[in-house]
């Protein structure tokens, strides 16, 4: 479906093109942008929301500056639709978050106006200020770099680490810090307190006012020298409300709030701010979903709402014709909540994804013991890990890819001092349309390392409850991985009697002849559904669900290798140093001589697809599984003719 963009915004190829428009055409194209963005979204799907909010920031940036010379770095990128129609990607947006197509965020290889690859927040300022830091150095004093934050994002350490650098790097940056309120859910802590009382004081509002009177009256040009602003700066400070302070403490010159939606506004503050020297930040207030009342008016929804229609607002949801089964996170939302209700130590802690995690259920029902910490996920290891040392069970739900942000913490906070966190690692394995800055990768390689750690990964979603409620336990006191991933799981009828399961403890689910398959976690039912296949043709594997990967099940492993000399390992993690990795160094420790093929995400970044795609490209759904057993067997009977 080939979806037509305006007549104005047909005629943008680049923001040259865009620089052509007199200034009174600007509204025009913010709407057809907006119109495109909800044309082709309701379509073909992807993130929402957070793009219509930031249309004329978008525009008027492109209009202003002098990109790709000047840099623009966009945190998280869930916001960058606008800006990739701009810059000459408009036809092919059709293709975004699609298998081959436009990623989802922006990217170094994808476009040159694409000047840092994003995808985890709260990294613009960090890279922006390296960027301006670097202009410096070279002598391109008019080459500016710009940060576009979100509040959200603005909550996570690295943003605050940013700041505090920049405020006494002496270099031309800008801050643009888009307050609306939301990341994915609504905003919590102090931060967002601070910056709705700046929004909302009449005194502060006022007195803005005068100052942006007296700024509107200096000679910004060529004359206005750094000197100039410094004195500008430290004069108005007497002026300024306490409000400001925050960030005036760090040294950043700030100025706002602004209406983030009037373009003319935003095109006369961005040109004058373009001509003041040194550290800066603006202050604008944006609506996520602008233009879209549905998505205004609920934003988390509209966040990435799949395709719908752009008419009435419907959201299309498969449709069956038999019960089906949860999603994993789902499964994890309303089990902890009956952990909680049976073991009063039992509390949830999240970083920023209460909806995406679920763990929203318990937030709703026991507001006291459930916590969205923010954007910050060493925060939320470390204050996990606190809780811990009073007895708590603290259940940790992170992203898989995201606990790479907190990464020191699991080591230094909990694993050293064999303090029992539970960290539930949401979205493992490769996670689909976000692409590589969301797969959840790594975490067997980069937990499988650490002492104290107790790694697990459930093949369905009893296993999870069975998994969860052994975590829990008074017995249990190491620190305990569960692993699942993005999606639905296997069981419609989900809600099972849960048990405790051994640590280190897994399980033989068939036995065979030939050739054994061990399998971690959810790629055990591509093995299932592999075998099933198999029997048509002659071969009987068997099949192994090991459900540790540390500690990994010694005496099943013994019982793998004494009867078979073929094996295959399945997993939905990087074959480098992941479960594999494990099970080759058992078999070498043990003296054990097997064929052992391992089948898991490639040593290579995996781009974007939907998942069953990513599986056929890496090679361990149920097809490449059934075809490794074949190719094995095969490889074995030609060795037999040959001797």
């Excluded at 307190?193 to 006012?209: A, C, F, G, Q, R």
Aim: hydrophobic residues 35%; aromatic residues 8%.
């Amino acid at each position: 479906m080939n979806i037509a963009a305006g007549p104005l915004l047909q005629t943008i190829n680049s923001p040259d093109d865009l620089k052509k428009l007199p200034r009174e055409k600007l509204h025009q194209v913010c709407d057809e942008l907006r119109q495109f963005i909800i044309d082709v979204v309701s379509v073909h799907g992807g993130h929402f929301a957070a793009s219509l909010g930031v249309v004329e920031l978008t525009t008027a940036l492109h209009y202003v500056y002098h990109t790709p010379y000047d840099q623009l770095v966009w945190d998280v990128g869930h916001q960058a639709y606008g800006h990739k129609i701009l810059t000459g990607r408009r036809d092919q947006f059709e293709t975004n978050r699609k298998y081959k197509g436009l990623s989802g965020f922006p990217k170094r290889c994808e476009s040159e106006y694409d000047s840092f690859g994003v995808g985890h927040s709260s990294t613009s300022i960090s890279a922006a200020l390296g960027m301006a830091m670097a202009a410096k150095y070279k002598g391109e004093t008019d080459r500016k770099a710009v940060a576009i934050i979100g509040d959200g994002a603005m909550t996570a350490g690295l943003a605050f680490e940013g700041m505090n650098h920049a405020g006494v790097a002496d270099t031309d940056l800008l801050i643009i810090l888009n307050d609306n309120g939301i990341g994915i859910d609504p905003n919590t802590g102090a931060l967002k307190e601070y910056l709705t009382d700046i929004t909302t004081s009449p005194t502060y509002n006022k007195i803005k006012d005068e100052v942006w009177n007296l700024l509107g009256k200096l000679p910004v040009g060529k004359n206005f020298s750094r000197t100039m602003g410094h004195k500008l700066t430290d004069g108005l400070k007497g002026l300024m409300s306490s409000h400001a302070n925050l960030f005036e403490a760090l040294k950043l010159r700030y100025f706002g709030p602004i209406d983030g939606h009037n373009i003319a506004k935003l095109v006369d503050t961005l040109k004058d701010l373009r001509n003041i020297p040194g550290p800066k930040i603006l202050h604008i207030i944006t609506t996520k979903g602008k233009g879209y009342a549905l998505a205004e008016k609920d934003q988390t929804k509209w966040h990435a709402p799949g395709l719908f229609d752009k008419i009435t607002g419907e959201i299309q949801k498969k449709r069956y014709d038999l019960p089906q089964p949860p999603k994993y996170q789902d499964v994890f939302g309303y089990t902890i909540i009956e952990l909680a209700e049976k073991n009063e130590k039992v509390f949830g802690v999240t970083p920023a994804m209460p909806s995406g995690c679920s763990l929203k259920y318990m937030m709703e029902k026991m507001p006291h013991r459930a916590f969205d910490v923010g954007i910050a996920e060493q925060h939320a290891v470390t204050v996990s890990a606190g809780m811990a040392t009073q007895g708590m069970k603290v259940f940790c739900n992170v992203y898989s890819s995201f606990m790479q942000r907190a990464y020191d913490q699991v080591i230094h906070d909990v694993a050293l001092q064999k303090l029992p966190v539970i960290f539930c690692l949401d979205r493992a394995g490769l996670v689909g349309d976000d692409g590589p800055t969301h797969h959840g990768c790594y975490d067997i390689s980069y937990l499988r390392c650490i002492p104290n750690m107790i790694i697990s990964s459930p093949m369905n979603e009893s296993e999870l409850r069975n998994l969860m409620y052994t975590a829990q336990l008074a017995s249990t006191q190491l620190p305990f991985v569960i692993r699942y991933p993005r999606g639905e799981g296997v069981m419609p009828e989900w809600k099972t009697e849960m048990k405790e399961i051994e640590i280190g403890k897994g399980r033989k689910l068939k036995d065979g002849e030939n050739i054994a398959i061990l399998t971690i976690g959810h790629p055990g039912n591509f093995a299932a559904s592999a075998i099933r296949d198999l029997k048509a043709e002659g071969l009987d594997p068997a099949h192994y669900d090991m459900r540790f990967v540390k500690p990994l099940d010694e005496v099943l492993l013994h019982e793998v290798f004494s009867k078979f000399n073929k094996v295959i390992t399945v997993e939905d993690g990087s074959i480098k140093g992941g479960f594999g990795s494990a099970i080759l160094e058992f078999m070498n420790e043990h003296q054990y001589h097997a064929n052992v093929k391992m089948l898991g995400i490639p040593d290579r970044l995996v781009e974007h697809g939907t998942p069953k795609e990513l599986h056929r490209e890496c090679a361990y759904d149920a097809e490449a599984i059934r075809e490794t057993v074949i190719q094995m067997m095969r490889e074995h009977t030609e060795t037999s003719v040959l001797h």
